[in-house]
């Protein structure tokens, strides 16, 4: 770590910021005015300003040696000039001298040079380039040429006209004359009025007019080039950031990556200042210190010289661009590098298989000025993740977004209808996971302290109620043995913590958690070191925690058991019909509730067979994660050989694993067989040419109907939303005329770029038509992964561990979003009751279940919805939770034993999407 400056130089370093210029430049404007007596009545504060502002400014000059420039020393004789002409010199000096004092005090002005020296320098340098000189030199000889020229002429025809405004007189001379022209050159205001003058003086006027309007515009092209070199050269200059975060790669096709920070950052604006609220428990009630969060600070590092043209919106103010190799030092220099508290670095598609090497190029070089900020990135083959580690070292986070994207398309497949979900929890438009880590010895051994019995443990149960109050789900806790620290300008780590998603179950045993003594619904205090929430925003989650750390986020002990004791008794009433109706029939609102919960059951997956048309680099994880999670999964796959210009066919067989023909031939119609893990397989089909669709409509009638059929947003093509829609219509209408074959459900998962472009679709994939026995059997599910990507990228960067988060999320083996459907009601049945978010939390807590969302009639889902009035059961279509999805079925009906603490199967640690 670099020694730490002297006081006095790092108060010289705050001149250069813009609060303190702005007020230097005020104090300088306000002791030139002329009003009497003002400069009498501030001269002691003026004094005391710019004589501190001169000690520093000696002192920046001494440190720079031998570095300092001219215009240093220049600017620093100005400032002793400015500071001497505050002294009351008028005193001291005759009267005849102090005549000169006026300008001396006007020597004040050109302090504010030093301000805008920058400025200032780049148009001193642009003035005085040899090209610019010539332009210059030649219009000013062209003007005063034809002055002179005409003058001349005027002189020797002895032309009488009022040539300086006062009317025709024998004294004109030589030079009022080349003054006249100047003038007829300079505007065409000073045409002659009238045509009542000498015909020569007319048609020197009007030529001399003409000719200075076409200079004029020639002045104004030169204009506008110098004003458009020194914005280009403003953008050479570093942007002057510090704690700020930096984005390297194709930024110009990042506008939804940009655009999701700057919302990001925009919801959170609450949290840039410090509350008077938390002042006063700080100092009187002894609660943890305020914190103050940055300004939403971005630059961004491209290729091109011209910015993107999403900079210009109203939002992206604080987002600068500068121009350059992301491997080149000179340019990470121009973007702030050194002081940048988090990085994401992209990948480029156009370089191909180089895409990691050039990433790795860039982390490199990033890591040789700025060791201690996060970087995230973007990793395009799965094989060179730990190698991106090995490079970053510590504070590197290889984001693997196929793997990603894989998991995730096949979340919505096991899963139908969580895309609602998703696109609110992994968008800045609804509630997202936040996560709050406990910095410093001081906040462990205040939160060791709230641990009760021999074993110093708290209630996750109670804690989760506590934190339901500030409308936070509290889904997790950070264990560990160290106490977590950050220092200043550095972001929170969690590196050296171990997550455990939902404390209602235990942690697989032997894991990392596991050992640190985490039992279900039991929170070791003395190693809890932080929380893990799903909130609108990370303020209600940090209030939850600086709660806890006062004691007052742990619910009392008595409304915690009654809650626990009443979620087990219906739990045991569910056991046969009689007692649920006895619950069901129940007159308080959580009697009804812990009986409309007891009727809940997990989403059975009805998939066996998929059909996928279309390549995408995340097709396969996607084959890789159906044969996890679907063991014998028949899979159809039908690829085009179109695109061979980015990746080529033969490159997109392999990355499936398939071997191709002793000739090298493709599939083709005749197809190609690939076993996948678990029983599963896949059948390959090539086309050549267009209309892949109807070679999907064939390839698929071979066999049984298919469950699901997945569209993939393939990359190539002028316009590849279109592609997609015109795919989805063609199977839309196979299915119309007959010509495919369906079970009795299916869902169709499409993956576009915009979703917005793609909802015509939906009303053209009608399921009476198509012959469904309803609109229930046929789902259309619409998802944008670019979003999704983008969004992941950003939260991943903003919120600490969410990247291990979402691992166990979309991984298997770890916790589950699971979908728990409600019965729906027989003919001429009515459901009754209503359902209040909390009471649902305590009545799912028997199952290991933490309820996240409700997805209601009309299809809109509440994620963490807001305190107030209970909703109607009718209307709650499903509940959305947290769970172990492959032990809730079997689980459902098993209720722990007083004391057991509600353990449930332990599972195995899910695999890494990210490190």
Not at 8 to 36: C, D, F, H, N, W
Not at 320 to 337: H, I, K, N
Not at 628 to 634: D, K, L, N, R
Not at 840 to 865: S, Y
């Amino acid at each position: 770590m670099a020694p730490r400056q002297p006081l006095l130089l790092r108060l010289a370093g705050g001149l250069e910021t813009r609060p303190v210029k702005a007020a230097l430049s005020l104090l300088i404007l306000v002791s030139v005015l002329p009003i009497q007596g003002l400069e009498d009545e501030l001269r002691p504060y003026f004094l005391g300003i710019f004589g501190v502002e001169l000690l520093l400014r000696a002192a920046l000059l001494r440190q720079r040696g031998r570095e300092r420039s001219r215009l240093d020393v220049l600017l620093f004789a100005f400032d002793v000039i400015a500071w001497v002409s505050f002294l009351p010199l008028e005193r001291l000096l005759d009267a005849h001298a102090a005549h000169a004092l006026p300008v001396l005090r006007l020597t004040r002005l050109f302090l504010l040079l030093r301000f805008t020296r920058e400025i200032a320098i780049d148009l001193y340098a642009i003035m005085t380039r040899r090209e610019l000189l010539e332009q210059f030199g030649l219009v000013t000889l062209a003007v005063w040429g034809l002055a002179f020229g005409a003058s001349v002429l005027l002189s020797h025809l002895a032309i009488s006209h009022d040539y300086d405004g006062r009317g025709p007189v024998p004294d004109t001379t030589f030079f009022d004359r080349i003054w006249w022209s100047f003038r007829q050159l300079e505007s065409a205001d000073n045409l002659v009025a009238n045509l009542h003058v000498h015909p020569v003086v007319a048609v020197l006027s009007l030529g001399l007019t003409m000719v200075g309007v076409f200079i004029t515009s020639f002045i104004i092209g030169i204009g506008a080039n110098v004003v458009d070199q020194v914005v280009r050269a403003a953008r050479r200059r570093p942007v002057g950031y510090a704690g700020h975060a930096l984005v390297i790669g194709p930024v110009h096709e990042a506008e939804m990556l940009v655009q999701e920070f700057v919302r990001l950052y925009e919801r959170h604006r609450a949290l840039r200042s410090i509350r008077l609220s938390e002042l006063w428990v700080w100092l009187v009630r002894r609660g943890p210190p305020p914190t103050r969060h940055a300004l939403p600070r971005m630059a961004l590092l491209g290729t091109e010289d011209d910015p993107p043209a999403y900079l210009y919106a109203p939002r992206m103010r604080w987002v600068a661009y500068r121009t350059g190799d992301s491997a080149q030092p000179e340019a990470l220099g121009l973007v702030g590098a050194a002081g940048a508290k988090r990085a994401l670095i992209l990948a480029r598609p156009d370089a191909g298989p180089d895409a990691d090497a050039v990433t790795a190029m860039a982390l490199s070089s990033f890591r040789t000025q700025n060791r201690r900020g996060h970087v995230f990135v973007e990793v395009q083959e799965s094989k060179n993740r730990d190698l991106l580690q090995a490079v970053g070292g510590p504070g590197t986070y290889p984001l693997d977004m196929q793997r990603f994207l894989g998991f995730f398309l096949c979340q919505h497949l096991i899963t139908p209808g969580v895309e609602a979900l998703y696109t609110d929890l992994m968008t800045a438009d609804g509630s997202e996971f936040y996560t709050h880590i406990f910095l410093g010895e001081e906040a462990v051994r205040t939160v060791a302290a709230l641990g009760e019995g021999p074993g110093g443990e708290i209630s996750f149960s109670r804690m989760a109620r506590a934190a339901c109050q500030n409308n936070v789900i509290l889904a997790g806790v950070f264990l560990g043995d160290a106490a977590p620290e950050r220092r200043a300008g550095e972001l929170v780590s969690t590196e050296g913590l171990v997550q455990w998603l939902n404390p209602l179950l235990d942690p697989p045993e032997g894991s990392p958690a596991w050992a640190l003594g985490a039992r279900a619904g039991r929170v070791p205090a003395r190693r809890l070191r932080g929380l893990i929430g799903v909130s609108a925003t990370y303020a209600p989650l940090r209030r939850y925690g600086r709660e806890l750390l006062m004691g007052r986020g742990i619910a009392p002990a008595e409304a915690a058991n009654g809650a626990g004791a009443s979620a087990n008794g219906a739990g045991a009433s569910a056991g046969g019909a009689g007692a649920a109706a006895d619950d069901a029939g129940a007159t308080d609102g959580a009697g009804a509730t812990r009986a409309w919960a007891a009727t809940l059951s997990p989403h059975q997956s009805r998939l066996d067979r998929v059909l996928i048309v279309g390549y995408s680099p995340a097709l396969p994880s996607l084959l890789h994660a159906l044969a996890q999670f679907v063991p014998g999964i028949e899979v159809t796959l039908v690829l085009g050989e179109r695109g061979d210009e980015r990746m080529p066919l033969a490159d997109r067989l392999a990355s499936l694993g398939v071997t191709p023909a002793p000739d090298g031939a493709p599939p083709g119609q005749a197809g190609a067989r690939l076993d996948l893990p678990r029983g599963g397989s896949v059948a390959v089909y090539t086309q050549h040419g267009h209309d892949l669709a109807s070679l999907a409509v064939r390839c698929a009638a071979r066999g049984a109907p298919a469950s699901a059929a997945v569209f993939l947003s393939e990359p190539e093509g002028l316009d590849r939303d279109a592609r997609t829609a015109m795919r989805l219509i063609r199977f839309a209408r196979a299915l119309e005329s007959g010509e495919l074959a369906h079970g009795a459900r299916l869902h169709v998962l499409a993956e576009f770029s915009s979703v917005a472009k793609g909802e015509h679709v939906r009303s053209l994939l009608d399921a009476g038509k198509c012959g469904f026995a309803g609109p229930d059997r046929l789902r259309l599910s619409l998802v944008s992964t670019e979003r999704i990507k983008n969004y992941f990228m950003v939260h991943s960067a903003f919120v600490p561990g969410v990247t291990t988060l979402y691992d166990e999320l979309l991984g298997e083996g770890g916790q589950d979003l699971v979908r728990i459907e409600a019965p729906r009601p027989g003919p001429g049945e009515r459901v009754n009751g209503a359902i209040a978010f909390e009471e649902l939390r305590a009545a799912l807590e028997p199952r290991g279940v933490i309820p996240m969302a409700l997805e209601l009639d009309d299809g809109a889902v509440l994620l963490n919805p807001e305190p107030g009035p209970a909703l109607a059961a009718a209307r709650i279509r499903a509940v959305y939770a947290l769970a172990r999805g492959r032990d809730l079925a079997a689980y459902g009906d098993r209720q722990p034993e007083e004391g057991e603490g509600r353990e449930a199967a332990r599972g195995e640690q899910a695999p890494r999407i990210s490190a």
